[in-house]
Antibody, heavy 121, light 107 residues
Framework: QVQLQQWGAGLLKPSETLSLTCNVRGGFFSGYYWTWVRQPPGKGLEWIGE???????NYIPSLKSRITISLDMSKNHFSLKLRSVTAADTAVYYCARGGVTGYGKIWFDPWGQGTLVTVSS | AIQMTQSPSSLSASVGDRVTITCRASQDIRNDLGWYQQKPGKAPKLLIFAASSLQSGVPSRFSGSGSGTDFTLTISSLQPEDFASYYCLQDYNYPYTFGQGTKLEIK
């Protein structure tokens, strides 16, 4: 059974770089989309980006200039970096595995436990 | 980006009730839609993908329907553990977008 465990710094100052890592246990990278979703406190979910096993990425346009998602299969993890953070980036960040069925339908499961990242001076 | 409009934003119901949550897409998304349940302080959990396919291990009281722009999540007989927030997610094109969520509360 695949499990995702994530970690990273929880308190940042404005202009710093958010850095989170998601470790993949019990599974393999090929054929999946390794995804990040965030949720500001008390608000809804926002898909922010993904990477596949080939290193191809897709990002939400509003973050495209600041976001990098990378993959290190030798260490069984993928990572999120978000540069120049502001208070608007304060959120719980989740990693998730995106899968595709044989007929091209997408699902997201499992999810990491979430990491609250607070940006405050 | 495709806008997903979910309704209602909150809902009060009793154990045993049948409840329906709807999601409307701003354009045709075929059946590229999933439903996720989230409990306070927890990660989302996949319930339904491809609009109507029940994820393995999810109780059969959950069902999804719809295609094109209009979609529905139905819980046939509410159980105490179903009181949570529910989100739809379109995966038709990038950026993927969620509905704003429905908070299901005990009446």
């Amino acid at each position: 059974q695949v499990q995702l465990q994530q970690w990273g710094a929880g308190l940042l100052k404005p202009s710093e770089t958010l850095s989170l890592t998601c470790n993949v246990r019990g599974g393999f990278f090929s054929g999946y989309y390794w995804t990040w979703v965030r949720q500001p406190p008390g608000k809804g979910l926002e898909w922010i980006g993904e990477i596949n096993h080939s290193g191809s990425t897709n990002y939400i346009p509003s973050l495209k200039s600041r976001i990098t998602i990378s993959l290190d299969m030798s260490k069984n993890h993928f990572s999120l970096k978000l540069r120049s953070v502001t208070a608007a980036d304060t959120a719980v960040y989740y990693c998730a595995r995106g899968g595709v069925t044989g007929y091209g339908k997408i699902w997201f499961d499992p999810w990491g436990q979430g990491t609250l990242v607070t940006v405050s001076s | 980006a495709i806008q997903m409009t979910q309704s209602p934003s909150s809902l009060s119901a009793s154990v045993g009730d049948r409840v329906t949550i709807t999601c409307r897409a701003s354009q045709d998304i075929r059946n590229d839609l999933g439903w996720y349940q989230q409990k306070p302080g927890k990660a989302p959990k996949l319930l339904i993908f491809a609009a109507s396919s029940l994820q393995s291990g999810v109780p059969s009281r959950f069902s999804g329907s719809g295609s094109g722009t209009d979609f529905t999540l139905t819980i046939s007989s509410l159980q105490p553990e179903d009181f949570a927030s529910y989100y739809c997610l379109q995966d038709y094109n990038y950026p993927y977008t969620f509905g704003q969520g429905t908070k299901l509360e005990i009446k």
